[in-house]
């Protein structure tokens, strides 16, 4: 963990970029806008967020809870794991950041009061404590393991309401093969339609998903800095939201060499901090329709 990690971690943000996380500029503006324009609409329910880490996300999502709604979020924090399977993988990733406390006191940055907070494995809320048809909006980014994943999403399916929308995370990473399962299982067989892709999130309703892509084409993507491209996946149609390409940035000899001689995990390891470097000097905000 780096200096800079351990002081956000310890203390209150003093901006919501300052909180550790992966939930980049592209998906916050695709929950901003989605959200948004639910609330617009009318449509109201609640949310829930299954896997928070630190807070990023869920601050957001805080911001669009309406009177009467309530937000959810679902980890485990600092208890243990249930199994040695999500053991391992969170010493791997997140042990040594991931507290209760720390996502309360980012949380608390930003909002008067917190969420319902259950510390337990997202599967404790298959026993029904979220109503069935109660949520407008599921983000779903706890395990990668593929039987969690699909539990979480069947549990996001069953606290949906029937135009509801979830939100499923790392779909479609190297390092996330039971995630990729999970999300093309509930696509190819358990009936969910997706509508919108962008490299880390995958975005579908088990409802109407054409009223969805229309919603997401009444925004000027392009205009912000984003691609829009459609495809179609099993008959269904998809859009792709994608960063605006930039010129090649020209490295020098020595940082070429020194990319081309690390080690493979320590090359990706430092191409991602590059990454989200980049990413938080080019955050926008995001626009409420």
């Known amino acids: 963990m780096t200096t800079c990690e351990t002081a956000a971690v310890q203390s209150a943000p003093l901006r919501r970029d300052d909180i550790p996380g ?9 929950f901003g806008h989605l959200l948004a324009t639910q609330s617009a609409a009318g449509v109201t329910g609640d949310i829930l967020e299954l896997g ?30 249930g ?19 720390a ?41 990668h393991l593929y039987e969690h994943v699909a539990g979480d999403i069947a549990v996001a399916r069953a606290a949906l309401a029937a135009d509801g929308l979830v939100a499923l995370d790392d779909y479609r990473s190297e390092h996330t093969p039971g995630v990729s399962a999970a999300v093309w299982e509930a696509v190819f ?20 998903a054409a009223a969805v892509r229309e919603v997401l084409l009444g925004r000027d993507w392009q205009a912000e800095g984003y691609t ?13 939201l994608n960063y605006q390409v930039k010129a090649p940035v020209q490295r020098s000899t020595p940082r070429r060499l020194a990319l081309d ?3 493979p995990v320590a090359t990706r390891a430092t191409r991602r ?12 905000p995001v626009r409420a329709v």
Request: hydrophobic residues 40%; negative net charge.
């Open 22 to 30: 992966w939930f980049f500029s592209l998906d916050r503006a695709a």
């Open 52 to 81: 928070s880490y630190l807070g990023r996300s869920a601050v957001l999502l805080g911001d669009h809870l309406r009177p009467g709604e309530r937000l959810t979020v679902c980890d485990l924090f600092d208890s243990d794991a």
């Open 83 to 101: 199994d040695a399977d999500n053991a391992a993988e969170m010493a791997m990733s997140y042990r040594r950041t991931l507290t209760r406390s």
């Open 103 to 143: 996502f309360e006191a980012n949380y608390l940055a930003f909002h008067d009061a917190l969420p319902e907070i259950v510390q337990a494995p997202t599967s404790a809320l298959a026993d029904g404590r979220i109503r069935a048809d109660s949520c407008r909006f599921v983000h779903v980014d706890a395990s």
């Open 189 to 208: 067989t358990g009936g969910l339609r997706p509508v919108l892709l962008t490299p880390m999130k995958f975005y579908g309703t088990w409802g109407d």
């Open 228 to 240: 829009v491209d459609e495809d179609t996946i099993a008959g269904s149609r998809v859009l792709r």
């Open 261 to 263: 001689l690390l080690p």
């Open 273 to 284: 901090v590059l990454r989200t470097l980049r990413e938080r000097r080019a955050v926008q």
